[in-house]
């Protein structure tokens, strides 16, 4: 039903008529039975009701070219256009254009946690709205145009709020963004600053998600591209270009480990996606790969069912502070499953003592403060090192998805000045710090 | 005498024998007497008191070379090392690495503001403490290590405080940062988090500053650089590297207007520094420009001299949101006079309300939210078409030098849901939005 609804929603001549350039996406196809479906703003298959993804026609010549191709690109997610669901002039139009963030060699990290091989720091944080949302929300934008629709929305109880009322601000579109009605005012002033539609919806965020839902097989959500609905199968596609930038980084060359957070799982999923498409182009070596995925404790499904070798993910009821990735019921934690599995990662999870411990040896270490969720990369990295699952003589890649700024409340506990005190050398002598 | 005590100071072997290595620095020269120093911590003249500033051997060479040798640089300010006080191999030691932040093209503001020319946002913001802060203190950190200092320190309220602490953590520098004792937690927190000294002062900031400048001339400060007190005249250079990226965003041509905002002024200084130097060099065609500065109302000291036609600068006690620039005796502020008349530009004001509406403005058109500083920058250039003193047909850059995330408390009064609901269509459609 979800489906038809979001088919008769599709508010555009382009879709109807099949002209839809996003470049080389050629169809959307399930990931459980392989049907394949016409490009259009739908995210469940009509048969199985299992998720749709794009599926592409790749771009030919050899991979020499593409990588001249991608080099003479703009310093953002739009030089890997070639490779993703938007048309070939998607950089000539207007976008929050994210992406091409820093990799951070973390030589003082490393060496606290006793890496002796090459461990980086993928900082999303760089981005414009200081998370990786902003990659995701960028692709949707794409979709929406192409679909015709005028008004961008979600749910969210923070980063997504702001990063789709600034790219639809910037892309010309009408943003209409549903928070629950209790949120912090600091994260309220991020979602409603960029001057879109925020509508506090007396409910928790369950209650704002089934809204939505309705909203989209109402006429009133006409002309409505909801991003992480009704976009999604464009809209998950941007974690793809974590992948293709950590390896440009690196120089095309494949790391030998990834810690990835773990929200719903699309992140970890897709980045696996992007790096088997690098292999299968040529632009790096196809060589083993682990992929390592990393939750909260206090909301810990997928690590769950992985430790007790279940295929199924059963949900949990949130209980952590890294809100960001507090998701119960994570819609691909099966496939997350899956790649961990094939590729001899793991998934791992620690507690909050530990999260803010390890956002704080970030910042201690390498001048990088991160979200609670990039405190979860950097904590499961250390347990993983620890327990033996993680080869500290390889090169691993630890994603930070986020910025401190934004939940300073997990910190501010247990983080404040070293001494108070009269503004006299004596006061400073006798605080005991001079130590030059 | 504060020349004598920050030589005395100077705690290495290098600076004694003159075998210091700053790139192109040839010397420190008197901005007043022109008298010519020795590299090392020095901020003042031993003659005339007057600043020190950075005087280079610039590179010899075409100007395509060097443009050749600039795009084959990293994507960050060491690009630019040979027109810097810095090592030739500056990108090889660890640093925070800022810069190349986005020059965003901000069509939507152009149209609100009735520019038909083309219109900039120079986005610092993208920086990785999230200010422009973080070039200075990159610059100071490599004339630290060259002289052999051991820790790194500043006072300060806020964006510098995080520059300087997490630059310290990532180059392996020990840091000491002074703030008055009562700053806000979000500050405190994010000074702190980078597990350096915080020392909170009994004091307001001017007695932070008066403390700083004993602990230079005491044994205890021995080792010790303060970015902005003995090694100001390198930090001061990191800000001619906003010029830098401007012209070469822009295809290596001047632009015809910029609008920088005005704390001590340096950095307004400074960008002319770097321009008048690219045309030297003939990396841009040498032709007009104006520089335009921008101050709060309630902290205007430069603006108002600007309008009285003085070539002095009356101290005023600040009063504004704008915090970052609420400096009322601005060291740099003559120096400013004098570029905004040589150049035809101009010195303008707004007030704390124009401030909040221009940071309203630039998110809502541009998906850009920026610290009250770039209120300020975007209000006045508003202010300056109004009363017909910025050429709107004309290629126009304005600065946002910091990240609205540290300063929600500006907006946070003004800025919330359209409207609150129950999760139903009917609250939905009775609330008014659904104007597809």
Same mark, same amino acid.
């Given at each position: 039903?979800?489906?038809?609804?979001?088919?008769?929603?599709?508010?555009?001549?382009?879709?109807?008529?099949?002209?839809?350039?996003?470049?080389?996406?050629?169809?959307?196809?399930?990931?459980?039975?392989?049907?394949?479906?016409?490009?259009?703003?739908?995210?469940?298959?009509?048969?199985?009701?299992?998720?749709?993804?794009?599926?592409?026609?790749?771009?030919?010549?050899?991979?020499?070219?593409?990588?001249?191709?991608?080099?003479?690109?703009?310093?953002?997610?739009?030089?890997?256009?070639?490779?993703?669901?938007?048309?070939?002039?998607?950089?000539?139009?207007?976008?929050?254009?994210?992406?091409?963030?820093?990799?951070?060699?973390?030589?003082?990290?490393?060496?606290?946690?006793?890496?002796?091989?090459?461990?980086?720091?993928?900082?999303?944080?760089?981005?414009?709205?200081?998370?990786?949302?902003?990659?995701?929300? *960028?692709? +949707? %934008?794409? $979709? &929406?145009? /192409?679909?015709?629709?005028?008004?961008?929305?979600?749910?969210?109880?923070?980063? #997504? *709020?702001? +990063? %789709?009322? $600034? &790219?639809? /601000?910037?892309?010309?579109?009408?943003?209409?963004?549903?928070?629950?009605?209790? #949120?912090?005012?600091?994260?309220?002033?991020?979602? /409603?600053?960029?001057?879109?539609?925020?509508?506090?919806?007396?409910?928790?965020?369950?209650?704002?998600?089934?809204?939505?839902?309705?909203?989209?097989?109402?006429?009133?959500?006409?002309?409505?591209?909801?991003?992480?609905?009704?976009?999604?199968?464009?809209?998950?596609?941007?974690?793809?270009?974590?992948?293709?930038?950590?390896?440009?980084?690196?120089?095309?060359?494949?790391?030998?480990?990834?810690?990835?957070?773990?929200?719903?799982?699309?992140?970890?999923?897709?980045?696996?996606?992007?790096?088997?498409?690098?292999?299968?182009?040529?632009?790096?070596?196809?060589?083993?790969?682990?992929?390592?995925?990393?939750?909260?404790?206090?909301?810990?499904?997928?690590?769950?069912?992985?430790?007790?070798?279940?295929?199924?993910?059963?949900?949990?009821?949130?209980?952590?502070?890294?809100?960001?990735?507090?998701?119960?019921?994570?819609?691909?934690?099966?496939?997350?499953?899956?790649?961990?599995?094939?590729?001899?990662?793991?998934?791992?999870?620690?507690?909050?003592?530990?999260?803010?411990?390890?956002?704080?040896?970030?910042?201690?270490?390498?001048?990088?403060?991160?979200?609670?969720?990039?405190?979860?990369?950097?904590?499961?990295?250390?347990?993983?090192?620890?327990?033996?699952?993680?080869?500290?003589?390889?090169?691993?890649?630890?994603?930070?998805?986020?910025?401190?700024?934004?939940?300073?409340?997990?910190?501010?506990?247990?983080?404040?000045?070293?001494?108070?005190?009269?503004?006299?050398?004596?006061?400073?002598?006798?605080?005991?710090?001079?130590?030059?």
């Amino acid at each position: 039903m979800a489906v038809q609804t979001a088919v008769q929603n599709a508010d555009s001549d382009a879709a109807d008529t099949g002209a839809v350039d996003l470049g080389p996406a050629a169809a959307l196809s399930c990931r459980e039975c392989g049907e394949r479906f016409d490009l259009g703003p739908i995210f469940a298959c009509a048969s199985c009701f299992g998720p749709l993804e794009v599926a592409y026609d790749l771009p030919s010549g050899t991979p020499e070219e593409l990588k001249k191709r991608i080099a003479e690109g703009p310093d953002n997610i739009w030089r890997y256009a070639p490779l993703l669901p938007v048309p070939a002039d998607v950089a000539t139009k207007p976008n929050i254009n994210p992406g091409f963030t820093k990799l951070v060699k973390a030589d003082n990290l490393a060496r606290e946690l006793g890496v002796t091989g090459s461990l980086h720091i993928k900082d999303d944080s760089g981005n414009p709205t200081h998370s990786f949302k902003d990659r995701v929300v *960028a692709i +949707a %934008v794409e $979709a &929406a145009r /192409a679909f015709g629709f005028t008004t961008l929305s979600c749910s969210s109880t923070g980063n #997504l *709020a702001g +990063a %789709v009322g $600034a &790219a639809a /601000a910037r892309a010309g579109f009408r943003s209409c963004v549903f928070i629950p009605h209790d #949120l912090e005012q600091g994260k309220v002033v991020m979602a /409603a600053v960029y001057g879109g539609e925020l509508v506090g919806i007396e409910g928790n965020y369950d209650d704002v998600n089934r809204f939505c839902s309705e909203l989209i097989g109402d006429p009133l959500g006409e002309g409505w591209g909801f991003v992480n609905v009704n976009l999604r199968p464009y809209y998950g596609e941007g974690s793809k270009t974590l992948a293709y930038e950590i390896c440009e980084q690196l120089g095309w060359r494949l790391p030998d480990q990834i810690v990835i957070p773990i929200a719903s799982g699309s992140q970890l999923t897709k980045i696996d996606k992007g790096l088997q498409e690098l292999i299968k182009l040529g632009l790096v070596e196809d060589k083993p790969y682990k992929i390592f995925g990393a939750q909260a404790e206090g909301c810990s499904p997928v690590s769950t069912a992985f430790k007790a070798g279940h295929d199924v993910v059963r949900p949990q009821k949130p209980h952590t502070i890294a809100k960001s990735l507090a998701i119960g019921n994570p819609a691909d934690g099966p496939y997350v499953l899956d790649i961990a599995r094939r590729t001899g990662g793991a998934v791992e999870d620690v507690n909050d003592e530990q999260i803010v411990d390890a956002i704080k040896l970030l910042a201690r270490t390498e001048g990088i403060f991160a979200e609670t969720a990039g405190g979860v990369t950097v904590g499961v990295t250390k347990k993983l090192i620890e327990n033996g699952l993680l080869d500290p003589t390889l090169t691993t890649v630890v994603l930070n998805t986020g910025d401190g700024l934004k939940t300073l409340d997990a910190v501010a506990p247990t983080t404040g000045p070293t001494a108070t005190i009269r503004p006299s050398l004596d006061a400073f002598r006798d605080a005991g710090l001079a130590t030059n």
